[in-house]
């Protein structure tokens, strides 16, 4: 069975720095796409980033340049730094197991980045 498990997550001042980690289990994690998407109150859920198995990357126009996507897979880790924060981050992050085009297979339970002014 499929887990994905989110941590890291917190109440950061903006301008300061966090970092998600989303531990799998239940799947071949090196030859899978993995992503970071989040949802703020009243929006939907948008892409944050992704990582091939590869280690090819992609980042929503948002977060360009101040966050980083990385997967570690002998531990079937992924990871996103999250550096110069502003109070616009603020939502529930998730990480998902991609399938083919990018597709979301699994979604892990997420867990709440707030950042403050």
């Known amino acids: 069975q499929v887990q994905l498990v989110e941590s890291g997550g917190g109440l950061v001042q903006a301008g300061g720095s966090l970092r998600l980690s989303c531990a799998a289990s239940?799947?071949?994690?090196?030859?899978?796409?993995m992503g970071w998407y989040r949802q703020a109150p009243g929006k939907q859920r948008e892409l944050v980033a992704t990582i091939t198995g590869g280690g090819s990357t992609q980042y929503g126009d948002s977060v360009k340049g101040r966050f980083t996507i990385s997967r570690d897979n002998a531990k079937n880790m992924v990871y996103l730094q999250m550096n110069s924060l502003k109070p616009e981050d603020t939502a529930v992050y998730y990480c998902a197991l991609l399938g083919p085009a990018y597709s979301v297979r699994r979604w892990g339970q997420g867990t709440q980045v707030t950042v403050s002014s």
């Open positions: 239940g799947i071949i994690f090196s030859i899978n796409g």
